[in-house]
């Protein structure tokens, strides 16, 4: 039986120090009938030679050069190119495990799936482990069934595109959107409803560097608000879709990250009045957003409760006293004050 190709998908841009690693970490895999695209977005480094050395090495390799245009104009540029029935996204400064394409691919075959996902280890640019990750449960799960664990606590094991092998038709009518961090979250909901069958697996086969200087580390307090605005028009996408009863779990992630993002830009950040003013903005659309959800039969007393501690989440004796006196001045958070008097 002929092997099944295989499109793997590497964005690369100025990462000289970690791409060697994450090609040859590609190379290495056990499973072979592979194709290997490497999509140098507009890079200023060395990384751009290094992908046309490695081309010269094996014909596997593709190397696409473009001008820059971010992580989701590169990622959709190595889908136009692909020829492979499967596609696999690998951030261009981490690496994989050997077995990491053959077990998903296995995965995918074993269970009729359009989909497997791996769990991953969290480790910073020396190797060592920097942050817990817990591992995903060995499941199947229905296309409904997956969009639920999107609103589950670290829902972002199951958000990131990099971890996964997908059947290249789930991309037909999807693209990232481009211009935007979080571009994973603005897709994701998207994939799994085209999906038919989604596998988990508790192996940990992708290494996710966290470094400093990537755009994840460090993100402009502004661009916060993209993955606001992802979630949002996932509760549209939802309501297109006829899947109403979902949208409860999308609105608890919403306050939940709401008031995370407030609190580590006060935390780490200057308050300029850019950000001020934008984070009033969603606060008052946020505030709309949670008083519709008191109106509504499915939410119960108990659960209006806990989104009002979401809403408001605070990690800090910092955020309520630098922040309370600015939600004074503003009657749309005045139902804020008398919950954050509550801690």
């Known amino acids: ?37 490497l999509v140098d977005d507009g890079s200023t480094d060395s990384s751009g030679i290094i992908c046309d050395n490695f081309a010269s090495l094996d014909n596997r390799i593709k190397v696409l050069h473009k001008t820059n245009g971010g992580l989701s104009s590169a990622r959709n540029s190595g889908i136009e190119i692909a020829s492979g029935e499967y596609v696999a996204f690998i951030d261009g400064d981490d690496y994989i495990e050997p077995n990491m394409i053959e077990t998903l691919l296995n995965a995918c075959a074993n269970n009729e799936a359009d989909l497997s996902i791996c769990s991953f280890f969290m480790e910073d640019s020396e190797g060592k482990i920097c942050a817990k990750s817990e591992s995903l449960e060995n499941n199947c799960y229905s296309n409904i069934e997956a ?6 606590p670290r829902q972002d094991r199951y958000v990131v595109a990099w971890n996964k092998l997908y059947k290249k038709s789930l991309f037909d009518k999807i693209k990232f959107p481009l211009n935007k961090l979080y571009e994973d979250q603005a897709t994701v909901h998207k994939v799994f409803w085209e999906a038919k069958k989604i596998v988990t697996l508790s192996d940990k086969l992708y290494h996710y560097i966290v470094r400093e200087g990537s755009l994840s580390y460090k993100p402009n307090p502004l661009q916060y608000f993209d993955d606001l605005d992802a979630l949002l028009a996932r509760i549209d996408f939802y309501r297109q879709k006829g899947l109403e009863n979902l949208i409860p779990d999308v609105e608890k992630v919403i306050f ?48 209006v409760k806990i989104r009002k501690k979401l809403y408001n989440l605070s990690h800090s004796v910092k955020f309520k006293i630098e922040f309370k006196h600015k939600l004074k001045r503003n009657i749309l958070f005045k139902p804020i004050i008398k919950i954050l008097k509550q801690f």
């Not at 850019?274 to 659309?285: A, R």
């Open 1 to 37: 039986m002929t092997e099944k190709k295989i499109s793997v998908i590497i964005p690369v841009y100025n990462i000289e120090k970690f791409l060697n690693k994450c090609i040859e970490s590609v190379l290495a895999q056990t499973y072979k009938n592979l194709e290997i695209i």
């Open 147 to 152: 969009l639920e664990l999107l609103a589950l």
């Open 256 to 303: 939940y990250l709401f008031g995370y993002y407030l609190n580590k830009t006060i935390q780490f950040s200057s308050l300029s009045k850019e950000v001020e003013e934008t984070f009033f903005e969603y606060g008052q659309k946020f505030l709309e957003l949670f008083q519709s959800c008191q109106t509504k039969k499915h939410y119960k007393r108990k659960e």
